[in-house]
């Protein structure tokens, strides 16, 4: 069974960028028709997509957060990650990767990891 | 952008049926999936494409997805259903969107 683990710091100062890696185990991340995905949780309040990322590159991106995202990709290191520039407060939440099957729903979660932004 | 709809909270006692709504814009036009969050964890999925249950999932959870309303509805509702329940609307031509929870305390 996929596993999925969040990494990165756990404090970002506000106006620099956040960087997080999602490591999986228990299968390949070029596996055909998987999707590689973020979402994010403000403390107390609910669940906000912020993109996902195919194998071969192909990603999608929130339009309120497009600006300021990068997601990307790395099939040696079964790794993929996300890059937010420009940080600010509102980018306060704990950050989760994840993995789906086209609309077969997010079906594997990492535990999730805290991003705090602070000056 | 596309926006879901779902009421803050709802209380159901122990043994009783609960139905939540999730509804946006022609909503039966695209697949909805179900999440369950309990304090402290992931989301984890108990619904997807409408009305099918993840493996694992108890058959006490059923889903229904027409005109702009979606619904989970959970039969015989046990403490452990106590949860924050997040719906998300599978759009191939936009990208995915979660409504804002429905907390169910089981009293």
């Known amino acids: 069974q996929l596993q999925l683990q969040e990494s990165g710091p756990g404090l970002v100062k506000t106006s620099e960028t956040l960087s997080l890696s999602c490591n999986v185990s228990?299968?390949?991340?070029?596996?055909?028709?998987?999707?590689w995905a973020w979402i994010r949780q403000p403390p107390g309040k609910g669940l906000e997509w912020i993109g996902s990322?195919?194998?071969?590159?192909?990603?999608d991106h929130n339009p309120s957060l497009k600006s300021r995202l990068t997601i990307s990709i790395d099939p040696p290191k079964n790794q993929f990650s996300l890059r937010l520039d420009s940080v600010t407060a509102a980018d306060t939440a704990i950050y989760y990767c994840?993995?789906?099957?086209?609309?077969?729903?997010?079906?594997?979660w990492g535990r999730g990891t805290l991003v705090t932004v602070s000056s | 952008s596309y926006e879901l709809t779902q009421p803050p909270s709802v209380s159901v006692s122990p043994g009783q049926t609960v139905s939540l709504a999730c509804s946006g814009d022609?909503?039966?036009?695209?697949?909805v999936c179900w999440y369950q969050q309990k304090p402290g964890q992931p989301p984890m999925l108990v619904m997807y494409?409408?009305?099918k249950r993840p493996s694992g999932i108890p058959e006490r959870f059923s889903g229904s997805n027409s005109g702009n309303t979606a619904t989970l509805t959970i039969s015989g509702t046990q403490p452990m259903d106590e949860a924050d329940y997040y719906c998300?609307?599978?759009?191939?031509?936009?990208?995915?969107?979660f409504g804002p929870g429905t907390k169910v305390t089981v009293l």
């Open positions: 994840a993995t789906y099957l086209g609309s077969w729903g997010l079906s594997q």
């Open positions: 228990g299968g390949a991340i070029t596996t055909d028709n998987h999707f």
């Open positions: 990322i195919y194998y071969s590159g192909s990603a």
């Open positions: 022609k909503l039966g036009d695209k697949y």
């Open positions: 494409q409408d009305s």
């Open positions: 998300q609307a599978w759009d191939s031509d936009s990208f995915y969107v």
